[in-house]
């Protein structure tokens, strides 16, 4: 008789586990190789990887294996039941299987886009991917040339969204649009619907158009009442009795536009007195921000003046008119009262709620964003001065808020700051050095994000009488602070800007 030294590949058993291409880096991580011991001791069972002996884990009848991380290559993994006998003459049953690993990504190369003014412009995307099958962002996906360059047609920019690409084994190499839609400084006054529709008062914002002394006017959509000025389409704007017929929406556009003006649209969120008034009298109490006894919570604004933040439906319909707004051509939604009324939280409820305000507004402006710039408008929130250093005070955290706007807008009044606070000794006769001290940290709670900052200035007395000088003082104190151009607030919408001199 001839001994033979040769083994042969053992069978008899099963593995499963194993993808059948190429295993890729985060494949390997997960992998969980199975083998099936059937009618033998799974005890017995003795593995190797690359002929080297390694160890496995009895779960039942199977042997579990976690290979981990593996260097690029083929790689051999061998389960055998050892015979009983004569084990140099031949192999038990067993089972062998050879995968190759590839732990290298592609290579990415991002062109980011450039000179894009509006979420309403197309885009294409370009770069290269050398090794990817694939390239991706969000639902879009294109096959790279041969040389690994991709275009990816995009109908409007995607600023923060993630570009992927993929090999043959799944790796992936990611990077992120940091590009934004750019346009010039913002130089703007607030408009009231009731403003619009005055002759008078139109016409003096339309001289400081002309004049070069503005180049964005800020609309309301829905105001602090909850009065929706224009004959908006939104059902439950309608149903409510929310409509106002107060001025003409397309033919402002037009006006504006004709004229090179931007319109930023602003829609007072959470403050709506009369859709809180409509839900609590038609049995949606939950609407509602309520006090501990279940009650509208009362405030400063009213008996019943705060909508709830939390509410899908009560979202829904700030969504749908911002939605609605940018579809008739308003370049820009901002939203104001965006945050949950004064007091203490403790005397507050939002039913349905399950996080924090905190969390909840951040959530509410992330769940709008794509809608709006959709739509084609840029998306922004106003918020209070305080905010960026009392974070809970109204549930206003910047910088989780940032992330999903493309500018903050603080509103900076001079009047409404302490004495003292930054430093400064009377805020409201020191225009200056208050709008340019809290600059700062709205510049620190900004970075990162992407978000840039226009702030809210006064054009209004409250204590100290304000004209051209003081108006004057805050421009120049958001421009030597770096900001992104301004917004006047005037609630007769009344500015010395009309009067001053041209920048």
Do not use: C
């Not at 370009?126 to 040389?147: I, L, W």
């Amino acid at each position: 008789m001839t001994l033979s030294w040769v083994r042969t590949e053992p069978k008899g058993l099963t593995v499963t586990g194993l993808p059948n291409s190429l295993v890729g880096a985060a494949t390997l991580s997960a992998m969980t190789l199975r083998v099936d011991a059937g009618a033998y001791d799974p005890a017995a069972m003795q593995l190797e990887l690359d002929g080297n002996p390694v160890s496995g884990t009895v779960d039942g009848r199977t042997v579990v294996y976690r290979p981990g991380a593996l260097p690029d290559g083929e790689h051999k993994f061998t389960a055998e039941i050892p015979p009983s006998f004569l084990g140099f003459l031949r192999t038990g049953p067993g089972v062998s299987k050879t995968f190759t690993v590839d732990n290298e990504p592609p290579a990415l190369e991002l062109t980011q886009p450039a000179g894009v003014s509006s979420y309403r412009q197309p885009v294409t995307l370009r770069g290269k991917a050398t090794g990817a099958q694939r390239v991706s962002v969000g639902t879009q996906t294109v096959t790279p040339a041969d040389d690994g360059t991709f275009e990816i047609p995009m109908p409007r920019m995607q600023t923060g969204a993630k570009v992927v690409a993929v090999d043959a084994a799944g790796n992936e190499a990611t990077q992120a649009i940091t590009a934004a839609v750019e346009q010039p400084p913002i130089k703007a006054v607030h408009v009231t619907a009731y403003g619009w529709s005055d002759d008078g008062l139109r016409e003096d914002v339309l001289t400081m158009a002309r004049d070069g002394r503005i180049n964005t006017v800020q609309l309301d959509i829905k105001d602090e009442d909850g009065v929706v000025g224009y004959d908006s389409q939104v059902p439950l704007a309608r149903d409510s009795g929310a409509v106002t017929r107060i001025y003409d929406a397309p033919a402002a556009l037009r006006q504006l536009h004709d004229m090179g003006i931007r319109v930023v649209g602003r829609i007072v969120a959470f403050r709506d007195a009369m859709m809180a008034e409509w839900a609590w009298q038609n049995g949606r109490p939950d609407w509602v921000v309520q006090d501990p006894s279940g009650q509208p919570y009362s405030s400063r604004y009213g008996a019943i003046a705060f909508t709830n933040f939390a509410n899908p439906e009560i979202r829904r319909y700030n969504i749908d008119l911002a939605v609605e707004a940018a579809k008739l051509g308003f370049d820009g939604i901002m939203y104001d009262y965006v945050r949950r009324p004064d007091g203490a939280l403790s005397q507050m409820q939002f039913p349905g709620s399950t996080v924090s305000p905190t969390v909840s507004i951040a959530e509410f402006l992330h769940e709008s964003r794509d809608p709006v710039r959709d739509a084609g408008a840029e998306q922004s929130a106003a918020v209070f001065g305080v905010a960026a250093t009392r974070p809970e005070e109204i549930a206003q955290n910047i910088p989780m808020m940032a992330k999903y706007v493309d500018y903050i807008a603080p509103m900076l009044y001079p009047s409404h700051w302490n004495a003292g606070e930054y430093g400064v000794a009377n805020p409201n006769s020191q225009p200056y050095d208050i709008i340019y001290r809290s600059l700062q940290d709205f510049r620190t709670q900004t970075q990162g994000t992407g978000a840039k900052i226009v702030p809210w200035l006064q054009d209004f007395s409250l204590g100290v009488d304000y004209g051209s000088g003081e108006v004057r003082a805050q421009i120049n104190a958001a421009n030597d602070a770096g900001m992104n151009g301004f917004f006047l607030w005037s609630p007769t919408v009344r500015y010395h800007l009309a009067t001053s001199p041209s920048d």
